[in-house]
Each structure stands twice: as C-alpha cells, then as structure tokens.
C-alpha cells in the first residue's frame, strides 16, 4: 500500500465475490449445468442409476418444469392487472416463486430433494396427490437421488491444479494490495488449488478445527470466505467443524480416528432456511464488514438469486456511499436491471447501488486475461480523482469544471461505466442523454468527443440487453454522421464553386452576384465552428482531426469489444459481425484519410484550397469522393445495428407478452 497520495481505490482496498461463473473455465459446471448439461446429474442418472431412480427424478424435473411455466403465466397475467392488484400479497408472493423457479438448477433440484425427504420442514402440494405423496413407495429413491446428488457435486468441485491457470492474474492484484480477501459462495476448490500453484499463503477459517480468529492475522496472501461451506469442511457428529483435504469424491460421510462421523459441510439455502448456523454466521458477518470498508467489490459469475446475499449489499453500500462492483458475467446488464438496481420488485425504489454497478457482459477469464480488469482498477481511480478535482476547481468557473467532468465520462466509457456517465451528464453537466449532439461541449476535443460517447454507451447498453437505450444512442450518432456528410457535401460543393467562380478572369454581373452569395453562404458555414470540424471528413489528416476521431470514436470502442468477446466456442455470432462491419469500415476511412496530399492514389487528382476549421487547407476532389463513400457505408452500418436493436426489442415484447 501506498502513502497519502495513493487514491481511495488503493487505500482501502478491494474485495472478490465469486459465484458459480467464476470456475467454469476449470471445468466446474454452472448451476444450470449440474443437472441438465452433457455431463450433468440427469445424464449421470440415466447412464448409471436404477429404473426406479430414473424415473423419480424425470417426474421431480417434470413437475418443476411445470411449476416453472404455471408461476411465469400467472405472473404475466397479474403484471397486466391494475397497480392496486400489483400492490396486493398475492403478486409479491408469485414474483417471490417466479424468483426461485428463475432456473432448474442444482439448488433447486436438491432443495426439493431434501424437503421431500425432510416433510417436517416443508409440505411441497405439488408433490402430493390429495393427501398422498406421489413417491410414497418409492421414497427411498428419493433418499438415494439426494445421497447421490450431493456426493456428484462433491466429485464435480474437487478441481485439479491445472485447470486454473487462468486466475494467474489474480497475483497482481496480490502484489499491489498485499492481502486478497476472496469471498465465495462455491463449494470448489479453484482458489485453494491457485494458492497451492503458486507458493501463497491463505486462510479459510482453518487451521485443523474452525478457528475464525484466523482471518484477523494480516500474514496471508489470500483469505478466503467460503460462505456456503467447502467440499473439504466437514461437520462432526460431535457438532464440530473440521477440514480434512481429503481427493475422495464418492464417500459424503467419513469416519475420524476420534471416532466421530463426519459429514460434509457444504450449506444449501433451503427455501429460505439453513442446515448449519456455524461457520455461516460469522462468515456472513465479515462479508457485510468488509463491504461496508470496501471502496470496490469485484463480483464474477453470481447472479444475486440468493436475497440475503443481496440485502447485505444493499445495507453495506448505504452506509459505505464509495462502494462500487464491478458485475462480471454474461448477463450483467439483466442481473444489474433485475436485482440490483432497484429494492423492490416492482422496480419502482432505487436501491443503493443504483449508478454504483459496472457491468461487465464477459466471462472471467477474458477480463483477467492481459490484465484488463487490473487496467480498469487503474481508470477506476483516475474517475474518482478527477471527479474530486471537477468538484474543488467547480467555483473556478463552468468552462473548467465542465472539461473536467468531460474528461472524466471518456474515462467512464473507457471502462464501460454507462450508469455513472448518465448520472454525470444528466446531473453534473444538464445534458440530456437522448439529445447529446445538442450540447457543444463534446465537439472541442476530438480524443474525447460525441462519437466516442455515442458509441461507447450504446455498445454497453447493447451487450446488456437495453435494446431500447442502445437504439436510442445509434440513433442519435446516425443524425449526427448523416448531418456530417450532408453538411460535408455542402460546404465542399459551395467552396468547390466559390473557387472556380472566383479564379475566372472576366466573371459576368451574374458570376459576380453567385460569388457573394456562395461567400456569405460559406461564411454562415464557418461561423459554427462546432459544425465544421464535423464536416471535414474529406481533408486529410495533416489538417483534420477526424482520423483521430475514429479512431478514439469507433475503432478502439469495437476493437475492445470484439476482442473481449471473442470465444473460440462461438463459431458466430451476429452481433460480433455487425460490430466488426462498422469497423472495417471505420478502418477503411482512416486509412484514405492517412495517405498525404497529392500521395498515392491521389496524385493526378484535381485539388483546391479550402477555409477549414483550422485555417486554410489543399483538398483533393477525388479524396472527397472516396471518403464520401466510405462514411456512407459507416452510415449504413450503423443503420443496420439500429434494426437490429428493433428486432431484438420485439423480440423482448413478445417473450413478455407470452
């Protein structure tokens, strides 16, 4: 750690919260996966289970299944009702099952498992005909399924060393801030195998026998919050808790030398109810401390299903007002929308974390690949400075404070930061942000202008499933490259004919009378000064800015987009390819405008001297046709992405209404 000068990122360090995400690439299955993947509890069952086992647990997925589409039905046809029906117990108790029948995942397949088998804790009707269980003389199939159940999950989260090569990243954050505090709510052992791969000290709450007082010693490398237990903690028949790493993945129970039986302890949220208090609460516990310390939360592959994980963020980022996450997962943008950004189900209170959520639609291993995520700490920080800055240097004057805050939402959008550049805008700057090219502010400095905004926010928003916001912005930086290349095609046609008109040597009345009417037309042109560095696409870059404004505009927004998502197991991907035609396009316009004058291709062309925004310039008119149609065909790329979004966004009505 470093002194007083060091930002807030780094003096009060970060925090890890790993969900089932995290250890898919080491080959750990995601929830959905344990059951239904190739290689799930299902295909397990048929290969390898009796006739009776098979046919009990194809009933228990059909009648969840079932349940599933019942609940997603009575839903829909109560969110058409009126508010004051919406507002009644008998929706929050539907949105409350809809909720947990999101998936028909592990949890739930062995949370009814372990409730058909424990009836004193919860009467599942489903389950029953009239009065009677439907599995009444086969109920030691069900005690059978749940034995084999929990030990597959055993045998799927024991991870072998070298499958976790792709968390070697995670050692810089260590050698910046000495100690990582991962929590986790995985029974796996990818951080222990990393710690053991790479020579770190860490702690679990372990030495022999649960010892919590561990996590308080500052000489570790790694702590790690196991909040849902470990495949290698066990709970004695003595009620003691013990980690024994042994690599058995068929045995859930073991017998000790002290006699003692002890039985797995990995905890399973049952509807609401825990099997094991201990080390739960005091795990839970230092979560909501840390949090409440914590300027940056790192949270990867967990979808907040579980509502008292959620209620200690919400709780923690009110009382800590620097908390900010960072959402990594495929879905972050629908997790953030369906979870966190609001405190009620209605969607009606923002919660705390509202504006505080970075959403990262990629997988782990992209984002720790090359340090990106390391990187993006770094920007993080330079945000908060320059925030403080625009905040200090506000009662200086508005000009300042305003290209402070501009700098600060390029470093936003560098970072895909779209809820705290919205805030930003629309608070800070008074910007509406479905009218942006109306403000002048993003067209003085071409590293950091609308283009790049524009297309930063509706790439973010695009990836996080807000069609609606996505179209909003290409549909904004459409009006304003259309507005470019017809003002373009305007003033070079206007100054094309200024220029031959004005090089006659004997004009006519009527020539004299089209002289000054095209200068006082062109002279109302170069008043706007906002207007013309816009209309200089066809000028070549040692006099214009605008290959420097595609490229901090387009090219670096989509060539970090596409890298990121990339994956060698998606063969296609029709956004990717839409994505990579604007910026072939894009590329292909820098290049034309990177060739010197009268260089290359443009050698034998006709050319004149041109007023630009930057004072006087040579122009090529063949130059000028080329650009015209490769910013053409950026035009229509962009076209093409906002039908897509149209499409998408139907898409979505549709699966609502249904």
């Known amino acids: ?36 993947g190739n290689e799930g509890f299902k295909k397990k069952i048929e290969d390898e289970g009796s006739e009776e086992e098979k046919k009990a647990l194809q009933a228990i997925l059909k009648i969840l299944e079932k349940n599933k589409k019942e609940i997603s039905q009575k839903y829909r046809e109560l969110a058409r009702q009126s508010k004051d029906k919406k507002e009644s117990e008998e929706i929050e108790r539907i949105k409350n099952k809809k909720e947990k029948f999101e998936k028909i995942d592990v949890e739930l397949v062995l949370e009814t498992l372990y409730k058909l088998n424990n ?21 030691e199939n069900l005690k ?35 100690t990582l505090d991962i929590f986790s709510v995985n029974y796996d052992t990818c951080i222990e195998q990393f710690c053991k791969g790479y020579d770190l000290r860490y702690t679990d709450g372990f030495e022999l026998y649960w010892y919590p007082e561990l996590f308080d010693d500052s000489d570790y490398d790694v702590k790690l919050y196991k909040i849902h237990g470990s495949v290698m903690w066990y709970l004695t028949d003595r009620g003691t808790y013990v980690k024994i790493p042994i690599a058995s993945k068929e045995k859930d129970e073991i017998e000790l030398i002290t006699g003692e039986t002890a039985k797995t302890l990995m905890v399973y949220p049952m509807g609401g109810k825990w099997e094991y208090a201990e080390p739960l609460l005091e795990l839970i516990r230092r979560l909501h401390g840390r949090l409440e310390k914590a300027n940056v939360c790192i949270v990867i592959g967990y979808s907040f299903r579980d509502d008292y994980i959620r209620r200690i963020f919400f709780e923690a980022a009110r009382t800590n007002k620097d908390l900010i996450l960072f959402l990594i997962a495929p879905d972050a943008g629908r997790i953030y929308d369906d979870k966190l950004k609001f405190i009620d189900k209605d969607k009606i209170r923002p919660s705390s974390l509202e504006g505080r959520v970075i959403c ?94 524009l297309c930063g926010l509706g790439v973010n928003h695009l990836y996080s499933g807000r069609y609606d916001k ?67 696409w066809f000028i070549n870059s040692s006099d214009s800015r605008w290959t420097i404004r595609l490229e901090y505009g387009f090219i670096d927004i989509l060539n970090r987009e596409i890298e990121l998502r990339s994956s060698e197991d998606v ?24 060739i010197p004058f009268k260089g290359d291709i443009y050698k034998d062309s ?41 499409v998408k966004e139907r898409q979505t009505l549709e699966r609502f209404r249904d």
């Open 1 to 36: 750690m470093e002194d007083e000068e060091t930002n807030d990122v780094e003096n009060k360090g970060i925090i890890f919260f790993l969900g089932a995400g995290a250890s898919v690439t080491a080959g750990v299955p995601d929830t959905e996966s344990f059951i239904s």
């Open 119 to 139: 009836r004193e804790v919860e009467i599942l009707p489903d389950f029953y005909d009239e009065n009677t269980l439907k599995f009444k003389k086969k109920e």
């Open 144 to 178: 059978s399924l749940e034995k084999k159940l929990r030990q597959f999950i055993r045998e799927k989260t024991i991870v072998s060393e070298d499958k976790i090569d792709y968390l070697a990243p995670l050692k810089e954050f260590i050698g910046k801030y000495k």
């Open 360 to 453: 990262w639609n990629y997988p782990m291993e992209i984002v720790l690949k090359d340090y990106y995520l390391y990187r993006s700490l770094g920007t993080l920080a330079d945000i908060q400075t320059l925030s403080n800055e625009a905040d200090k240097i506000r009662r200086e004057g508005k000009y300042a404070y305003d290209l402070k805050l501009q700098e600060c939402v390029s470093k936003c959008i560098d970072i895909g930061y779209a809820s705290m550049t919205e805030r930003i805008l629309k608070t800070k700057l008074g910007i509406a942000v479905n009218n942006l090219k109306e403000s002048s502010l993003f067209l003085r400095d071409e590293h950091n202008d609308i283009f790049k905004f």
């Open 470 to 536: 996505a179209k909003m912005y290409f549909k904004e930086l459409k009006a304003i490259l259309k507005e470019s290349l017809d003002g373009g095609n305007e003033y070079f046609e206007l100054s094309y004919q200024f220029i031959n008109l004005s090089m006659k040597r004997d004009p006519s009345k009527e020539d004299e009378e089209k002289i000054k009417d095209l200068e006082q037309k062109l002279k109302q042109i170069r008043q706007n000064k906002d207007d013309m560095v816009l209309y200089e």
């Open 571 to 594: 063969t296609y991907d029709p956004l990717i390819e839409k994505l990579k035609a604007i910026l072939e396009r894009c590329n292909d316009m820098k290049k034309l405008l990177e």
């Open 606 to 646: 006709d050319s004149f001297t041109l007023d630009g925004s930057h004072g006087s310039c040579r122009v090529e008119t063949r130059r000028k046709k080329d650009a015209e149609k490769k910013l053409s065909g950026i035009l229509r790329a962009f076209e093409d992405l906002i039908d897509f979004c149209e």
